[in-house]
T-cell receptor
Framework: DTAVSQTPKYLVTQMGNDKSIKCEQN?????MYWYKQDSKKFLKIMFS???????INETVPNRFSPKSPDKAHLNLHINSLELGDSAVYFC???????????????FGAGSRLTVL | GQNIDQPTEMTATEGAIVQINCTYQ??????LFWYQQHAGEAPTFLSY??LDGLEEKGRFSSFLSRSKGYSYLLLKELQMKDSASYLC??????????WGAGTKLIIKP
């Protein structure tokens, strides 16, 4: 059983389109995250979310929006896609809240987005 | 600013030992993480240090010196499957992870 699963694994689309990436975790974790890994391999936090709090990285354009129907799901919706959005997007979850030291992340396998 | 520095790439021989260094600058400090990421896969947790010293976990060990802003990951008895990127991440006072770009480790027979 996959602990953190995200779909699709690959997504190729045109500039200007709107797309979503889905994420589900079956670990019973309280906090979920979206990360972007660019071509230089840096992992950059986009959002962290639990039942009580959504923390948005202020550098993330408002074209990106997280949607959480329940504690086990955190989807990423992207409007008006741009070339620079091409990257690998990782979903992750953690048992502890985002305000905890030993906060081990479990990552999904990643979704490679290519914008043409 | 906050920054994590680690070498871009290292090469080692199967069966040998390799040390991957990481220096960090964070606003406050709540620990240092190491993750392993095989090509095209998810990062997976290796270690967490918040106190100075060496933490050993099988073939992998992680060291932290808070006064020097320095950590290393030590891999012993290298195996071909250890070929991967190793990501260093520091946690700042707001519990935000600051990630390095990763060190790509190439293992040769």
């Amino acid at each position: 059983d996959t602990a953190v699963s995200q779909t699709p694994k690959y997504l190729v689309t045109q500039m200007g389109n709107d797309k979503s990436i889905k994420c589900e975790q079956n670990l019973g974790h309280d906090t979920m995250y979206w990360y972007k890994q660019d071509s230089k391999k840096f992992l950059k936090i986009m959002f962290s979310y639990n039942n009580k709090e959504l923390i948005i990285n202020e550098t993330v354009p408002n074209r990106f929006s997280p949607k959480s129907p329940d504690k086990a799901h955190l989807n990423l919706h992207i409007n008006s896609l741009e070339l620079g959005d091409s990257a690998v997007y990782f979903c992750a979850s953690s048992r502890e809240g985002s305000s905890s030291g030993a906060n081990v992340l479990t990552f999904g396998a990643g979704s490679r987005l290519t914008v043409l | 600013g906050q920054n994590i520095d680690q070498p871009t790439e290292m090469t080692a021989t199967e069966g040998a030992i390799v040390q991957i260094n990481c220096t960090y600058q964070t606003s406050g400090f709540n620990g240092l993480f190491w993750y392993q990421q095989h090509a095209g896969e998810a990062p997976t947790f290796l270690s967490y240090n918040v106190l100075d010293g060496l933490e050993e976990k099988g073939r992998f060990s992680s060291f932290l010196s808070r006064s020097k802003g320095y950590s290393y990951l030590l891999l012993k008895e290298l195996q071909m499957k250890d070929s991967a990127s190793y990501l260093c991440a520091g946690m700042d006072s707001n519990y935000q992870l600051i990630w390095g770009a990763g060190t790509k480790l190439i293992i040769k027979p």
